[in-house]
Nanobody, 123 residues
Framework: VQLVESGGGLVQPGGSLRLSCAAS????????MGWYRQAPGKERELVAA???????NYADSVKGRFTISRDNAKNTVYLQINSLKPEDTAVYYC??????????????????WGQGTQVTVSS
């Protein structure tokens, strides 16, 4: 199973970005998908998560500015980031809890991570 992220970049304060993360491989189902971030010198933290049924959870610091969504048919999760602040600068990682294999021989669920995408907020 692989997770491939895209959409990071350099943005001015107040700007917006949309991150995408596509999962591929021998996937039977994906339970929770989420976005984490890690700023220099800090621990990785949960930003937002979404269940297969669409229930969402957000860190207090991003509520009202970030929106997580997913396309189950494409095994893809998105993060719409608005009103960016310099403190949002970090490497953003996609995470997925995946049951892989086949419907006759399932493996997991196991957590998989993307390679990370840099988001820099600066004027």
């Amino acid at each position: 199973v692989q997770l491939v992220e895209s959409g990071g970049g350099l943005v001015q304060p107040g700007g917006s970005l949309r991150l995408s993360c596509a999962a591929s491989g021998s996937i039977v189902s994906i339970n929770v998908m989420g976005w984490y971030r890690q700023a220099p010198g800090k621990e990785r933290e949960l930003v937002a998560a979404i269940s297969s049924g669409g229930a969402t959870n957000y860190a207090d610091s991003v509520k009202g500015r970030f929106t997580i969504s997913r396309d189950n048919a494409k095994n893809t999760v998105y993060l719409q980031i608005n009103s960016l602040k310099p403190e949002d600068t970090a490497v953003y990682y996609c995470n997925a809890r995946v049951i892989s294999g086949t419907i006759f021989m399932r493996k997991g669920p196991y957590d998989y991570w993307g390679q990370g995408t840099q988001v820099t907020v600066s004027s």
